[in-house]
């Protein structure tokens, strides 16, 4: 995952911004902890996302409680991730545990 590698490469990042003198995009402590919290938002949906593509249909259902059980217990600290991971959320049960009226 790009965003997995970027965290991962972030002194490499600084210090060929620190050479170049060229600072415009380089993020902040603040902007690097958003980065960090949606990586870990993101990493159990690749994980089922590789299960989906390789599995039968019948498992679908069962990967997508998993994730939802393992998105509902994260504790993050930023606001703006929070958002994304509800919204996420919201799209799984949406897709995979519609409510009565909505079939």
Request: charged share 35%; glycine share 0%; with cysteine.
């Amino acid at each position: 995952m790009m965003c997995r590698r970027f965290v991962e490469q972030r002194c490499a990042i600084d210090q060929y911004a620190f050479d170049k003198r060229n600072f415009t995009f380089t993020l902040n402590t603040e902007e690097w902890k958003l980065v960090e919290e949606l990586v870990k938002v993101l990493e159990p949906i690749e994980e089922i996302s590789k299960h989906f593509c390789e599995s039968l249909l019948s498992v679908c259902l069962p990967y997508s409680i998993t994730l939802y059980r393992a998105l509902s217990v994260m504790k993050l600290e930023k606001d703006e991730i929070n958002n994304v991971r509800k919204r996420i959320m919201d799209g799984i049960a949406k897709r995979f545990f519609p409510k009565k009226e909505d079939k």
